[in-house]
Each structure stands twice: as structure tokens, then as C-alpha cells.
């Protein structure tokens, strides 16, 4: 059977107050033609759907076609909860799109109810895929609990919990049946594509790749947005984020992976590279050299080589529409004054004007501003 492993949409996401649904839109259309053309079997979308738990009408209006569609010709198309998603709103999608054929999971749940599903590709491979959402720590104890019934010992570290929770939902795995796993979480060694929550991704958050056993013949992994594979006792991979979320993932590569895999046989994984999504790039220089640079329709970052003054960051807006993040080289960046000891004596004016000048910003137009609205406010 063909698999497309897809995860962290982020759909939603807005980069420094610009909307980016339709960029969202475009590789969400390039998902279900990539989905198409390759004919697959099962989509698996690895959390981090969208960008926050409360996604607007519009995010939501825009993932429910996405996933239909990914459903059509009989695919099986199962989704989980990312930590950047709400597991309670996955839950009440869970019955609707469930009828439809689509498999949501917001929470933990016991293998026989709903967290290992059992069906058969529209090949004839039998299918065991377990799935595991994003647990924070709280949760986690208490997905432990549910499963073992007992009360918890809450001295136990998150790997362990989570390996536990791995090893149920991995029972039921038989040699003669098609082995995956998919979860949304962080393993040892992973690289960080640049925009994941830190938070929810370091510190005690990591669990160790021994907890997929060796009966898997697939792992399939959401939350780092940069696509890699990990080492580990069976094949385990981030597909990676459709987008570039933010300007600390400009040399991602966005896209998705397609996997072939067979009962008893490894995964043979290839990647897919989406074109759709806006490039983001960190530009700089002078205003000349700023407007003589070809960014085609790229977001960017700026950083101007140049003394701060009114008005420099609309300039630069104007000779780069796409410029999103303007900032000042740290050479010229002003350094904050310090009051001379004779400041007692001086005018508000003088006081001003001194700022300015060590500062780096000296301008006549501002100083003359503070002199008008000094001179209302005192009048």
C-alpha cells in the first residue's frame, strides 16, 4: 500500500500580522493532487493542523474540504491533534467526520477504543496503525492511568509514560499485517525547523525512539517542521511543515513523504517537494543596495545598514512590498544615552536634542515636533 505522511499545516498561522490562508490554500490544493496523482492509499496528517486552538471560521472552512478531498476514491485519511491544536475541538469533529471516513483522534484512547485502528487498505493489506496525539505532562499521567486503571506513580518521567502508552497501542501488531505508528512529539536528535512551541518541545517533552518496537514498519511523525529521519529501531520520520512557518525555517524544504510498505517488508520512503508556498528569505544592505535586490515574491526580513531615522522602515516597505520584519543592523543600532551630570540645568529642549545625538537619531524635523508639543503642553 501508498501512505502520505503529512503534518504541521499551521493553517491559520499569521507572519508578523499578514494573513497567509492563501498560501495555505495553494499547498493544500498541491496535497490532494500530490494524494491524487500518486493514487494513494491512506493519508496520515500528523497533528498541528492548525496554527492555535481556537481556529477562526476561515482556517476551519478551509482544512474540512482539504481533508474530504484527500478522502476521495476510498483513501483512509486519519488525523491527531498537534500541540498547537485544540483536542476537545478534534473530538467534536471526531463523530461527524468519522461518518464521513475520516479518523480523528483529539485524545488518548485505549487500543480497542479508537487508538489503534484496524482496517484494510484499498489494496488488501490488513492495516494496524496506532496513533498518539500530542500529551502534555498532565495528560499524560492520566492517559496512564485510563489505560492501567491504577492509580499513577507521578514521579515517573514523560519518556517513560509515553513508552508505556506506545507499547499498548502497539500490541496488537501481527507479522502478517501492515505496522505503523504515528504520534506528534519530540525525539533525541531531532533538528528544529525553527518555529516549534519551545516549551511543548524541550526540557522533560522528549521520548526516546526504543519506544516504537521493532514491529514497526513506519513511524509517522508531526511537531519538528523540518523533514528528517531519525534513527531508531524501525523507519521514523518528520515529513515536516507544507509552509515555512516563520524566517527562522528559510532553509526548509517544504512538502510531504510517500511511503510503500507491505506486511514483513521495510517502508521504501521518498519525499515530495511542494512549490506553492511563499519563499521566506533575510535580506540586507543600504536602501540602494535594498532596492537594487531581485526578492521576487518572497517574504523577507530586512535589516538595513543605515543610521535610524523617521520614516526609514515605510521607505523600505515601499521599495520591498514583501518586506514583512524591518530592523536595524546592530551596528547602527543607537546606544541608549546617558544623562550628562549637569542635566539638572538644562531645558527639556537641550535634554531632547542631547538624546537624539547620542543616540543616533538626531533629526531636525523631530526635534522641532517636540519643541511644538512642549511648547502646548507647557503654554
Request: some cysteine; aromatic content about 8%.
Amino acid at each position: 500500500m501508498k501512505i502520505l505522511h503529512t503534518a504541521d499545516w499551521h493553517v491559520g498561522k499569521v507572519l508578523k500580522g499578514r494573513s497567509r490562508i492563501d498560501e495555505h490554500r495553494a499547498v493544500l490544493r498541491e496535497l490532494v493532487a500530490t494524494a491524487r496523482e500518486q493514487n494513494v492509499d491512506a493519508v496520515i496528517v500528523a497533528g498541528d493542523v492548525f496554527d492555535t486552538s481556537a481556529p477562526t471560521p476561515e482556517a476551519q472552512a478551509l482544512v474540512m474540504p482539504a481533508l474530504m478531498a484527500l478522502r476521495e476514491d476510498g483513501r483512509d485519511v486519519v488525523v491527531l491533534a498537534g500541540n498547537h491544536d485544540n483536542p476537545h475541538l478534534f473530538e467534536v469533529y471526531r463523530p461527524v467526520l468519522g461518518a464521513l471516513g475520516i479518523q480523528v483522534v483529539g485524545a488518548f484512547r485505549r487500543p480497542d477504543k479508537g487508538g489503534t485502528l484496524s482496517f484494510t487498505a484499498r489494496t488488501g493489506e490488513p492495516v494496524r496503525l496506532a496513533v498518539l496525539p500530542f500529551l502534555s505532562h498532565r495528560y499524560v499521567v492520566r492517559a496512564a492511568e485510563v489505560l492501567t486503571g491504577t492509580a499513577a506513580e507521578h514521579n515517573r518521567d514523560y519518556a517513560a509514560r509515553v513508552g508505556e502508552l506506545l507499547g499498548a497501542l502497539t500490541a496488537p501488531f501481527q507479522a502478517d499485517t501492515v505496522n505503523i505508528v504515528t504520534t506528534h512529539g519530540t525525539l533525541p536528535g531531532g533538528a528544529f525547523g525553527g518555529g516549534e512551541r519551545e516549551a511543548q518541545s524541550i526540557f522533560s517533552y522528549y521520548f526516546e525512539a526504543t519506544a516504537f518496537p521493532s514491529s514497526t514498519q513506519y513511524a509517522a511523525l508531526g511537531h519538528l517542521h523540518r523533514r528528517q529521519q531519525i534513527p531508531g529501531p524501525c523507519p521514523i520520520w518528520y515529513s515536516g511543515s507544507p509552509v515555512a512557518v516563520d524566517f527562522g525555517e528559510e532553509a526548509n524544504t517544504p512538502g510531504a513523504l510517500l511511503i510503500d510498505v507491505s506486511p514483513g517488508r521495510p517502508a521504501v520512503v521518498r519525499e515530495v517537494l511542494f512549490e506553492q508556498a511563499r519563499t521566506l528569505r533575510t535580506v540586507s544592505g543600504t536602501l540602494e543596495q535594498l532596492e537594487a535586490m531581485d526578492v521576487g515574491e518572497a517574504w523577507l526580513k530586512v535589516i538595513v545598514e543605515e543610521k535610524p531615522r523617521p520614516g526609514l522602515a515605510d521607505t523600505v516597505r515601499e521599495l520591498l512590498p514583501g518586506a514583512l520584519d524591518v530592523t536595524l543592523d546592530e551596528r547602527f543600532r543607537p546606544v541608549r544615552a546617558v544623562p550628562k551630570a549637569s542635566s539638572a540645568s538644562r531645558s527639556p529642549r537641550e535634554l531632547f536634542r542631547d538624546y537624539l545625538t547620542s543616540s543616533g537619531r538626531h533629526d531636525d524635523q523631530v526635534a522641532g515636533l517636540f519643541d511644538r508639543l512642549y511648547d502646548e503642553v507647557t503654554g
